[in-house]
């Protein structure tokens, strides 16, 4: 617990992708949704908790236009870095979103559980539209089909952290996505 900085980088075996790329990425990302959202249409971004916070606050300066914000909690892992296949809500959306365009930002799509159930809960809501934006992908790890209309990155069926993505609670302030070392994960295989 309590690691300082110097040691979360010791844990990092290779950064996947650094500082730089997320950010392009990310005004590029940005710029796809001023395209698709008509200045004068209500937008609403929905933050997936925890691991959306630190994408959200890039994306939202990044997004030259008007929108709000609200945050939902989710919860589909354990400490380990295998999904239960259980979601629940956490934490609820602080209004309704009856007849408002809905953004859910995500960190990472794995097997499509989390924002299967998500969009599906928001859906019965009747807002007027739902979409999807996810900074990570990783489809060879899909599970259901969901619909992203907007992804970050596509990456390999690796377990990584940084930029808001946590194992154990911890790595998510590192300000790149990393894959950590094979031994930090060694004592799981002990249990
Ligand atoms: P899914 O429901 O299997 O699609 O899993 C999505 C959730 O699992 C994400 O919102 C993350 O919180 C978590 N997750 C999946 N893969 C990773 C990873 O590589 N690192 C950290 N968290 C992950
Ligand atoms: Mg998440």
Redesign the pocket.
């Given at each position: 617990m309590n690691k300082s900085i110097r040691k979360l980088e010791d844990d990092v075996d290779y950064v996947l992708i650094d500082e730089q790329r997320l950010q392009a990425r990310t005004e590029e990302i940005a710029h796809l949704m001023m395209a698709d959202y008509k200045t004068e249409e209500d937008l609403l971004l929905i933050c997936?908790l925890k691991?959306g916070y630190i994408f959200l606050a890039d994306l939202s300066r990044a997004l030259g236009r008007s929108h709000e914000i609200d945050f939902m909690a989710i919860s589909?892992?354990g400490a380990g870095t295998k999904?239960s296949g259980a979601v629940q809500i956490i934490m609820d959306l602080k209004s309704p979103i009856i007849d408002r365009n809905v953004l859910i930002i995500?960190?990472?799509?794995?097997?499509?559980?989390?924002?299967q159930y998500m969009r599906a809960s928001l859906l019965a809501r009747g807002p007027k539209s739902v979409r999807i934006c996810s900074l990570l992908s990783k489809p060879s790890r899909r599970e259901v089909d969901v619909p992203v209309d907007y992804t970050g990155f596509e990456i390999p069926d690796e377990?990584?952290?940084g930029y808001g993505?946590?194992f154990a609670e911890e790595y998510r302030n590192l300000p790149y996505i990393a894959v950590l070392k094979p031994e930090v994960f060694a004592h799981l295989n002990e249990e």
């Open positions: 997936v691991g589909s892992y999904s995500e960190d990472i799509i794995d097997s499509g559980r989390t924002l377990f990584v952290v993505l946590d």
